[in-house]
């Protein structure tokens, strides 16, 4: 169905948000130094982030309000048990003898050590790393490794399955902790780790801005996984970034639905949320349809932070999963990780009053950079404007392999001003493809865009996967977005086919929403109607349908393996691709 190409920020039944701003005026006017001021900071001086998240919330009175909020479990930790919690375990560190710096990871459901550990981590000034529980034992081994991981907090399952069978290729590792009270060798358990700490220094490190805090690993769509190091300043930007792209008010009900094992699990599921004094609800369920809508209505969610892959299934499961459904608190509802199509836009407007509001970022900029924000007419499939404190541009090469700012609505790199709080300060063990990914002032992000006249950002796709056919740049996001405007598709994946005349072809591959049948008709139809949306040059010359798409344990597409099978060629590193359970 085609629809309008613009949803008004102030258009009748829309929500009201309390953070309501004029985009030009404070992006004109802000300073770093309002973060500062909104955080108790002096600016150059010294900051923790998991001081900020906690102990600062006591000092001001809100250690009664509660922080996180444990679905399965019903397990609830208010600000003032979550500070004295993770300073012990900060305590707890510091016995076994770490020093500032040292790596601390967990391999954890989202389960309350999972949060008290990088919390207290940070406060004793060691570096947190989360690792998504659901990977293998390589993957993790290959992580810790990386990471001169020098504690593990763990299950006692995950141990055994996990850990065990790659231990003896992690010599670096000095205490496994398992949060189950059972005794296994070569391991200490929560409780009998804790009670040590009260003998060990509970003040918090004295850390800085470009201290080291975190650890992240990217998510392995285009290749092998890498490290990205962030620092403790970056707390600047998850409050700026919460209160202008997610509007985030102390004691909001707050669902962040990405696992802490990825950038936005910790940036936006433990980090941003806790600067604001939010209340999050944390699930440590599979996705199922039933149950999201369930815990959107039950805890009356006010801001949720999901991701297109999330919003796709929920869209296949169809209108019967959201019957009965009034979020009537629901106030904002935004999207990350890959592009969202104006499709879920427009499901967000028919299903929840409002449409989702997609923004961008990666591992490497540790926060949102690019964001469809509440103060500003929304265009379904555009990324949104840079916010406040950001400067985005995209970039060409002129003749002399010099970067230029490219002109309206020429496509290009989309690039960044160095400089901003949670930029990442190293690819760990690769300080060369560090140097590389910058040039001049910009960092360069490998995703290509534009940008339009009204200064709106349009993403293209990441380098690797556009498509040069006959002379034409393709994106595969554009032609994806036209196939799943069809009534049956429920996802699609687009690839360069390589071909003697045109150079490559566009291939879909097309996953079909719950009873509908792969018939030639059907797919004839599909094919006709992306010509008709895209033109005969940039539609699909050829096109698949698949039970299900490959994707990375985080959700997204992955568009390079597509094209492996489709080829023959060896698939990679595939670690990260999500495994059908
Ligand atoms: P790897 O770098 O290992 O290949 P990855 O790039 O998928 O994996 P992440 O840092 O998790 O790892 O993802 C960031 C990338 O995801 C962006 O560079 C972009 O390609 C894509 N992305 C994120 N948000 C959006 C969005 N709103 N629209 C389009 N693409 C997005
Ligand atoms: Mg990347």
């Not at 444990?70 to 004295?84: I, K, N, W």
């Not at 550990?117 to 406060?123: D, E, I, P, S, W």
């Not at 923004?359 to 379904?380: H, L, R, S, Y």
Request: contains cysteine.
């Amino acid at each position: 169905m085609q629809r309008p190409n613009i949803i008004r920020a102030n258009a009748a039944g829309l929500p009201v948000h309390p953070n309501w701003y004029d985009y030009a005026g404070q992006r004109a006017s802000f300073t770093w130094a309002q973060a500062h001021q909104a955080l108790g900071l002096d600016p150059g001086g010294t900051l923790n982030i998991g001081d900020l998240c906690t102990d600062r919330h006591l000092r001001q009175g809100r250690g009664q309000q509660a922080a996180l909020d444990f679905v399965a479990s019903g397990r609830r930790l208010s600000y003032g048990q979550l500070a004295a919690s993770s300073t012990q375990y900060g305590q707890a560190l510091r016995c076994l003898g770490l020093e500032p710096g040292d790596a601390v990871f967990t391999l954890l459901g989202r389960v309350p050590e999972l949060f008290i550990t990088v919390l207290g981590a940070l406060k004793a000034g060691m570096v947190a790393c989360p690792l998504f529980s659901a990977f293998g034992p390589e993957p993790v081994r290959t992580r810790l490794d990386l990471g001169a991981a020098k504690v593990l907090v763990t299950s006692a399952g995950l141990y055994q399955r996990k850990v065990l069978p790659v231990l003896d290729q992690l010599p670096a590792l000095r205490a496994v902790i398992v949060t189950d009270d059972v005794a296994l060798e070569g391991t200490r358990t929560w409780s009998s780790f804790m009670q040590d700490a009260s003998s060990c220094g509970a003040e918090t490190a004295v850390t800085r801005a470009d201290d080291a805090a975190l650890l992240h690993f990217t998510s392995g769509t285009t290749g092998k996984p890498k490290g990205a190091v962030h620092v403790h300043g970056a707390a600047l930007m998850h409050w700026m970034t919460g209160y202008y792209a997610l509007d985030l008010h102390p004691g909001d009900v707050y669902w962040c639905t990405a696992d802490p094992g990825w950038v936005t699990g910790t940036s936006y599921g433990i980090i941003a949320p806790l600067l604001h004094g939010a209340h999050c609800i944390i699930d440590d369920a599979e996705f199922d349809a039933y149950r999201w809508y369930s815990i959107l209505q039950e805890h009356a969610v006010q801001v949720w932070y999901t991701a297109p892959t999330a919003i796709r299934m929920l869209m296949k499961a169809g209108a019967a999963a959201a019957r009965g459904l009034r979020p009537d608190r629901l106030r904002l509802i935004a999207s990350v990780g890959e592009p969202l199509n104006p499709e879920a836009v427009w499901w967000g407007v028919e299903t929840f009053g409002q449409p989702i509001l997609d923004n961008w970022w990666q591992t490497e900029t540790g926060g949102i950079m690019i964001a469809n924000a509440p103060a500003f007419d929304v265009k379904p499939g555009s990324m949104g404007r840079p916010l406040p404190g950001v400067e985005a541009q995209v970039v060409v090469r002129d003749a002399a392999g010099q970067l230029q700012i490219a002109a309206a609505d020429e496509q290009g790199e989309l690039a960044l001003r160095r400089g901003w709080p949670s930029m990442f300060r190293a690819y760990l063990n690769n300080p060369e493809r560090y140097q590389a990914s910058f040039c001049g002032d910009f960092y360069l992000t490998g995703d290509l865009a534009r940008r339009d006249q009204d200064g709106y950002f349009w993403f293209i796709g990441r380098a690797d996967d556009v498509i040069k056919s006959a002379g034409h740049l393709i994106g595969p996001f554009e032609v994806e977005s036209a196939l799943m405007e069809h009534a049956a598709v429920a996802e699609a994946g687009v690839i360069g086919k390589p071909d003697p005349i045109a150079g490559e072809v566009v291939k879909a591959f097309v996953t079909l929403r719950s009873g509908q049948a792969p018939t030639a008709a059907l797919h004839a139809e599909l094919l006709a109607h992306a010509r008709q949306r895209l033109g005969a040059a940039v539609a699909p010359k050829e096109l698949e349908f698949a039970a299900c798409l490959p994707r990375t344990r985080s959700g997204k597409i992955m568009r390079r393996l597509l094209k492996a099978r489709e080829l023959g060629l060896p698939e990679g590193d595939t670690s990260t691709l999500e495994l059908p359970s």
